[in-house]
């Protein structure tokens, strides 16, 4: 008996907000039975190669997580149905005990499980993954929730709705922001989405149904055009670091606001038919980029962008890139030292900037100047590189569209730089 399985998005009746349900289909000679797992994904979000949710669906860990336990159970069942040879065992039979494993036993049930345990657990997944960002937002999340109930043992079905406006007024008696709220409160939102998933606590203990979670517009982080000249003309003793950090800001903004953690991991591996070439960390999506004199100037200060080795990093801030966790930290810190540079840049009496301007700044300058010089809001978005149109179209941007968003970009930057 030859039993094999894989997982497949089962796009042949897609739902009304486009999403297609994820399937496990096990297979013994030439037939096959499916189970539907309770996923339902976009197909921009799916990897049928490696058979996962990518990091752009942001229930990507969750799912994935619910894929990997069904796939553990499934292989133990089809060890147990070799060792039971010659003794038959239908895919029927396989379907069916797979499709039991989806709910919680009696035993699950009776037994509360502590949210805090279940996301520290959840934390130390996420780092042993690589994903270090998520594990330290996590990280954050499950603290103050730990630091308000006072306790390790703090189960699931504690987590009422009262217990989260509380949780909430504690925050806000503690002066934190109502964005710093909304983000701890979506982490433990997704922590209990997923234990719900997983069958460790049933969904009538859910308690975000009418729980609301509150934002507040964001301070506007743009600078303007001229803002940017300011920026660009204000002399800087070269081979300083006030001068390499402000070079690194500018860099991103010639690269459409490239996020700052995935501008200093290039190296000369993203670089292809004078385009920058990058998957992005945070969502996983690709990008391409031209390469304008501005940029290639900037870059030629640390590297021959015509001769770079394929494992070079293109700029000299990081020293390794092998220890993800180790990685994340030497990200986080040179994105505080260059926001330092660039608040002390702002505050000379040449540029005379009254914001407290970031790395974040390069991103959104952008925009505001495309939309300065008259861009449609369409074409920002197309170079952002977010979805438009209709969502099977959207993923890719043909040659035509790089064309526009290539003109686009270099008539912002000749805005800038003059």
């Keep these: 008996m030859s039993i094999t399985s894989k997982i497949v998005l089962d796009q042949r009746r897609p739902k009304a907000d486009n999403t297609c349900p994820v399937r496990l289909r096990v297979y013994k000679n030439t037939e096959y039975k499916e189970l539907t797992l309770g996923i339902n994904v976009k197909p921009e979000n799916w990897d049928c190669v490696n058979q996962l949710v990518l ?3 942001t229930s990507n860990d969750a799912y ?3 894929i990997s336990s069904k796939k553990t159970k499934l292989h133990k069942l089809i060890l147990l149905a070799e060792l039971n040879e010659p003794a038959e065992v239908s895919l029927t039979d396989i379907i069916g005990q797979l499709s039991n494993d989806r709910l919680p036993s009696t035993k699950a049930k009776k037994e509360s499980t502590s949210i805090i345990k279940y996301g520290q657990d959840i934390i130390k997944q996420l780092t042993s993954s690589g994903k270090v960002g998520n594990a330290f937002a996590y990280g954050c999340a499950v603290s103050k929730l730990k630091s308000f109930v006072n306790t390790d043992n703090f189960p699931f079905e504690a987590l009422t709705y009262k217990k989260l406006i509380e949780f909430q007024d504690s925050m806000l008696a503690d002066n934190i922001k109502v964005n710093s709220i909304s983000v ?3 982490t433990i939102r997704a922590i209990y989405n997923r234990a719900i998933k997983e069958g460790v606590v049933a969904e009538t203990a859910y308690p975000f149904k009418a729980y609301r979670i509150k934002n507040e517009k964001t301070v506007n982080r743009t600078l303007s055009i001229n803002e940017m000249q300011r920026i660009v003309k204000v002399k800087l003793t070269p081979n300083t670091p006030i001068w390499h950090w402000r070079n ?3 860099l991103s903004f010639c690269l459409i606001g490239i996020n700052f953690a995935d501008l200093l991991t290039l190296t000369g591996d993203n670089i292809a038919d004078d385009r920058i070439v990058f998957r992005r960390k945070k969502t996983g999506k690709i990008y391409t980029i031209k390469l304008h004199k501005r940029a290639i100037d900037i870059l030629s200060n640390y590297t021959d962008v015509n001769n770079v080795k394929k ?17 994340k930290k030497d990200i986080w810190q040179a994105i505080k030292t260059c926001n330092e540079y660039l608040v002390r840049i702002a505050k000379m009496k040449e540029v005379n900037i009254k914001k407290e301007t970031s790395t974040y700044y390069a991103r959104y300058s952008w925009g505001n100047a495309a939309r300065s010089l008259k861009y449609s809001k369409d074409i920002i978005s197309q170079a952002y590189g977010h979805s438009y149109g209709n969502a099977t179209t959207s993923i890719y941007l043909d040659d035509y569209d790089n064309k526009i968003i290539d003109a686009a970009n270099k008539k912002v930057i000749a805005a800038v730089f003059g």
Excluded at 317 to 325: A, I, N, Y
């Design 55 to 57: 990091p752009s669906d």
């Design 64 to 66: 994935n997580a619910i």
């Design 184 to 186: 701890y409160m979506r």
């Design 248 to 250: 690194y800001f500018l």
């Design 311 to 327: 494992t070079e990093l293109l700029l000299p801030v990081l020293k390794q890139t092998s220890d993800p966790v180790k990685l």
